[in-house]
Each structure stands twice: as structure tokens, then as C-alpha cells.
């Protein structure tokens, strides 16, 4: 109501300013004497009461509730929201008051007037959003790759077995098993002193003495026989599976 008052102040100073300037021009070319010689006067006074009116509107304007926002001289003018203090705004966020201050402090969503802290309902929703948990991204479901190690112990047929000696050498170690005496490089079907120095040195084999030529004799030892243990399993999943062991199986055709 004010506004459209002051308003209507400015419209009627308008218009008597320029009754004012016709009425004295008129009056100079008739001779007259101008009744309005203080017009000044009248304008300026006129003038204040519609600065007055302006200000007085002004002043209500902060006021105006959020349906009645306005643009007034250029210049939107909003409602003040609600505004809580640090302990209302703690317990609306669910938060304590020393957390709830060090959160708006951090990101610049409080004010300020002494030692009070107050929050306003967009510094509460910005708070809000700040606190909230991002979504975690779902991550594809994958295929499982079975560990390497798995794979090689059932598949460890499809390799040469996993010992320290070669198929010749298999052959020696077997036909030493067989005896439970012990013999030198000579009585072991290809064997060589090479071969003997060999499992002494791997730990397949222990001296127990010597002939009457210098000879070396050996035993086997229970490394040896768990290297002869190796073969045979890994001789049977080949046989198992339809592939052929080879010539590490030598010792199967001789039995047949």
C-alpha cells in the first residue's frame, strides 16, 4: 500500500511541476504578475515528502513475505528465512554444537555477531549435502580366475615331473631301491661315477664305504625315494588322462 502510495506522490509532482512552469510562462507573456513566484518553494517541499514516502517504503520492504518478492529500483528484494541459532541448528543436522560450528566455519555456511553462530535454512540444507554419503559405484561382477597354483597341481601331468634328475638317472635310483645292499657305479646298470658323485651331492644317495678297487658304495636315502614316488604319481595321471609317460615309464616295460 505504501509503495503504490509513493507512487502516486511521484505522478502528482510530476504533473504540478508542469502546471507550475505553463501558468509562469503564460503569466511573462500577458504582463501578469506570477502567483507562483515561490513555486521553488512548494516543489521542493513536494520533493521531500516523496523522498520520505520512498524511504518509508524502503523500510517495509525487508519485510515483505516470500510471495510478495518485488523489484524495487532495480534491485530484487528477498524474505529473511528463519534463522537458528548453533544448538537449534545442531539438533535439526543431529550433530553436536561444537561439530555443527566447525563444519559451517570450515565451508563458509554460518554468521556471525559476537560469539553467537547463526544458520540459516540454506546454510542448513548446504550443510546437509556436505554431510551426505556418496553412492558407491557398483562394481561388474567378474569371472574368477582359479589361482595358478590350483591349476598346476591338477594339471602337473600335462609337464615333465617335478624332480631333480633325468630319466637315466630315474632308471639308477629305481635299480638302487631294489637293493638293499649296498653297491658301487659298477654294479648299478648305467651308472657312473659321475652319477654317483651326482646324488651324493643332491642328497639322493649316502656313502657307506668303499670296495676293495676304491669304489664308492651307496645307498639310496628318503629323498631318493620320494624323487621315485614323483614319477610314479605323475606316471599314472598321464596313463589316467590317455597320454603316454614315455620313456620314464622304461621300467613298466620291462616288467610286462
Known amino acids: 500500500m505504501m509503495r503504490h502510495l509513493a507512487q502516486a506522490v511521484e505522478r502528482s509532482h510530476a504533473q504540478f ?32 515528502a516523496c523522498h520520505h514516502m520512498r524511504r518509508h517504503t524502503h523500510r517495509r520492504s525487508a519485510f515483505v513475505p516470500a510471495a510478495n518478492n518485488a523489484l524495487l529500483d532495480g534491485v530484487l528484494v528477498e524474505p529473511l528465512e528463519k534463522i537458528y541459532t548453533a544448538d537449534e541448528a545442531a539438533e535439526r543436522l543431529r550433530l553436536s554444537n561444537r561439530g555443527v560450528i566447525k563444519l559451517a566455519k570450515k565451508h563458509g555456511l554460518c554468521s556471525r555477531v559476537g560469539r553467537n553462530y547463526l544458520f540459516s535454512e540454506r546454510d542448513l540444507l548446504a550443510l546437509w549435502e556436505f554431510i551426505r554419503e556418496p553412492a558407491k559405484e557398483h562394481e561388474p561382477s567378474s569371472v574368477k580366475v582359479a589361482p595358478v597354483r590350483d591349476w598346476m597341481k591338477e594339471n602337473f601331468w600335462r609337464f615333465s615331473p617335478s624332480v631333480s634328475v633325468d630319466r637315466r638317472e630315474m632308471e639308477v635310483l629305481r635299480s638302487l631301491n631294489k637293493q638293499k645292499v649296498p653297491l658301487t657305479h659298477k654294479q648299478i646298470k648305467r651308472a657312473g661315477p659321475r652319477t654317483v658323485d651326482a646324488f651324493l651331492g643332491k642328497g639322493l644317495a649316502t656313502e657307506v664305504g668303499r670296495d676293495d678297487e676304491g669304489d664308492i658304495k651307496i645307498v639310496i636315502t628318503q629323498k631318493g625315494r620320494e624323487q621315485i614316488l614323483v614319477v610314479d604319481r605323475w606316471i599314472d595321471h598321464r596313463i589316467k588322462h590317455g597320454k603316454s609317460p614315455g620313456s620314464w615309464a622304461r621300467h613298466l616295460k620291462q616288467k610286462t
Open 17 to 48: 511541476y508542469k502546471f507550475v512552469k505553463c501558468f509562469n510562462a503564460l503569466s511573462a507573456f500577458s504582463g501578469l504578475t506570477a502567483p507562483f513566484r515561490d513555486s521553488s518553494f512548494h516543489i521542493a517541499a513536494h520533493q521531500s
